[in-house]
């Protein structure tokens, strides 16, 4: 081998390695690899070893900064998304635990004004709080849940948003989560008195501090936000077996509810 050769291989080597070292995953293509296989791998102990790589890949990637403005166009397999104010952005996913059950699993990250990171985990305790409809609580009592929508309320002075998740929770029953959080001290606070609704033995027993949504997995109901009315939208559910206590044969109706923002809480106001 020449000289000249010997030189250009080790040149090229040099800047391979150089640039894979200083690459930034700002679409989050890694970080998809390790999410697909968090969420398809059959063999539960490469689900959690793929879920540990994800979360020191995501944390390495959003210690770059100004990482609160990376797009993350690639990275499909978990939720990832921002408040419309950009006040926060919330990664959160969810990992099979193989009992037929779920594990949420989920991080805020808040803007700061010299672009250095400041990332704030969420820690699940769902599966330790007997009845999670119940109670306001702060990041280290997290009821999990992967989230798809944040709706901001401006009241009495500050700023709530209410969270829309889901929880695949068991192998017959789903839920559906509406949540408002505030932040004090830019610390999360979970749940309040926001809601408002008459008694049904299909909505958690008011009063509530958020609302739970259950019922039979793969039925497709819905929670969701309607901007052109400014409500949320919720499947109203009926029972396949004509009992509504039973949880895993709970399905929407055909008919919707609508809750509507009034002095200060999520009101029920009418179906349709």
């Known amino acids: 081998m020449s ?25 989050g293509t890694r970080l998809e690899q390790l999410a697909i296989q968090i969420q398809e791998d059959t063999i539960i102990q490469d689900r959690f070893k793929a879920d540990s790589l994800f979360t020191k890949a995501l944390v ?7 990482s609160f403005n990376f797009s993350f166009d690639s990275l499909h397999s978990i939720k990832h998304i921002i408040s419309p ?31 250095q990171l400041k990332l704030l985990p969420l820690f699940d305790q769902s599966d330790f709080i007997l009845n ?3 109670g306001i609580y702060d990041r280290q009592h997290w009821i999990g849940a992967i989230y798809y929508d944040i709706i901001p309320i401006q009241f009495q002075g500050e700023t709530l948003y209410t969270l829309l998740g889901y929880d695949e929770y068991t192998n017959g029953i789903s839920r559906k989560i509406m949540e408002v959080i505030k932040f004090n001290n830019d610390e999360p606070v979970f749940g309040g008195d926001y809601f408002s609704y008459p008694k049904d033995p299909c909505f958690p027993l008011a009063p509530a501090d958020r609302f739970v949504y259950q019922y039979k997995k793969g039925s497709n109901a819905i929670i969701k936000y309607d901007t052109t009315t400014k409500s949320i939208v919720v ?21 919707e509810l609508h809750f509507n923002w009034m002095n200060g809480k999520w009101t029920l106001v009418q179906k349709k």
């Open 3 to 27: 000289k000249y050769l010997s030189i250009f291989i080790l040149f090229v080597s040099f800047s391979v390695c150089s640039t894979a070292q200083n690459y930034i995953d700002i679409q």
């Open 60 to 66: 390495n990637t959003l210690k770059n900064n100004n």
């Open 85 to 115: 104010d950009r006040k926060f952005k919330i990664f959160s996913w969810q990992i099979d635990i193989g009992d037929g059950t779920y594990r949420q699993r989920a991080a805020i990250q808040l803007p700061t004004v010299n672009g």
């Open 132 to 134: 999670i409809a119940v």
């Open 235 to 255: 499947s109203e559910l009926t029972s396949t077996e004509k009992d509504l206590k039973n949880l895993s044969t709970l399905v929407p109706s055909g008919n």
